[in-house]
């Protein structure tokens, strides 16, 4: 991963805020120059992984006292993506990075994730107190992330059996490691159609398919298009009974998405987006509501 580097247009005019902003990159930076160090001792990560905690906590603490003194009127939408970060984001991350053993790779994630959250958080939210960007509105899916993220725990276990946490449920398309991608169309009862795209790193998959073939240990080369399809049917088999749902068409490899197209069609908008983490990599849940035409062919 290369540095995620400063730039003016990141400044929104409030001095506090964009010396704060700046500093966060360099802190960010920092860690991942660290990452790439041989054989640097856990002391050293963990020192500056407390320490970009701290001052992020402080950041916000100050940005949120600036919108409260000129009155911003979305203001609590923006604490709630603070809370967020902090109550979920980092968290989960931190627990990847102690599971890990704060493995370069692990380390190298963090910082993925976090640089990513901090640019489009800085280029959307942040803009927008000063009226250079539109705030992210708020979509009310947050009473269905519980309930999501529990179902794609329940998934993983029965396919991975291995406990998977959320990391964020605001993820951006950032990259995870070497994985297999697929997508799914459903209809609910209700008549909604849904469309659900799948990620998941490689790790993972071998697990499904030592699972699936009752193998303790398999050759790299089990894993093709043919049994990671077949994974991504008993992911999608578990999933749907959450939305009462049937799929449109039979499980088949065109389902199969390249990294590429994946992020291709994650571009499109997804407005509910999940990263997890799990002992053996990254998973990504995404999902939207597709528009129905009624009888007469006209969109609803």
């Not at 999933?239 to 088949?252: P, T």
């Not at 509910?272 to 007469?296: A, E, P, T």
Request: charged letters at 30%.
């Amino acid at each position: 991963m290369e540095h995620v580097i400063w730039d003016e247009k990141f400044n929104i005019g409030v001095d506090i805020v964009d010396k704060a902003h700046a500093k966060l990159f360099r802190i960010v930076n920092k860690l991942l120059d660290i990452s790439k160090e041989p054989n640097a001792p856990l002391s050293i990560y963990k020192e500056g992984l407390k320490y970009l905690e701290t001052y992020s906590m402080v950041h916000f603490s100050e940005e949120e006292s600036y919108m409260r003194s000129i009155r911003y009127k979305e203001y609590p939408n923006h604490k709630r993506i603070h809370d967020n970060f902090r109550d979920k984001t980092l968290i989960a991350l931190k627990k990847d990075l102690e599971l890990s053993n704060y493995s370069s790779t692990a380390v190298e994630r963090f910082v993925e994730t976090l640089g990513t959250w901090l640019s489009e958080h800085i280029m959307m939210e942040d803009q927008a107190i000063v009226g250079k960007a539109v705030p992210r509105r708020n979509n009310d899916l947050s009473s269905q992330v519980g309930i999501l993220s529990r179902a794609v725990n329940r998934a993983t276990m029965e396919t991975f059996q291995v406990e998977s946490t959320l990391v964020t449920s605001e993820y951006k398309g950032q990259n995870i490691g070497n994985a297999f991608y697929c997508r799914q169309d459903y209809t609910t009862q209700g008549g909604i159609k849904l469309q659900i795209l799948l990620g998941a790193e490689k790790p993972l998959m071998l697990r499904g398919v030592s699972r699936m073939l009752e193998m303790k240990t398999i050759d790299q080369n089990e894993l093709n298009s043919e049994t990671s399809l077949q994974i991504f049917e008993q992911l999608f088999g578990h999933m749907s009974k959450v939305f009462r749902a049937e799929a449109e068409s039979d499980f088949e490899k065109e389902n199969l998405l390249t990294k590429d197209d994946f992020r291709k069609d994650f571009m499109k908008g997804y407005p509910l987006s999940l990263l997890f983490s799990s002992k053996l990599g990254y998973f990504i849940f995404c999902y939207r509501s597709l528009r129905v035409r009624n009888r007469n062919n006209k969109t609803t």
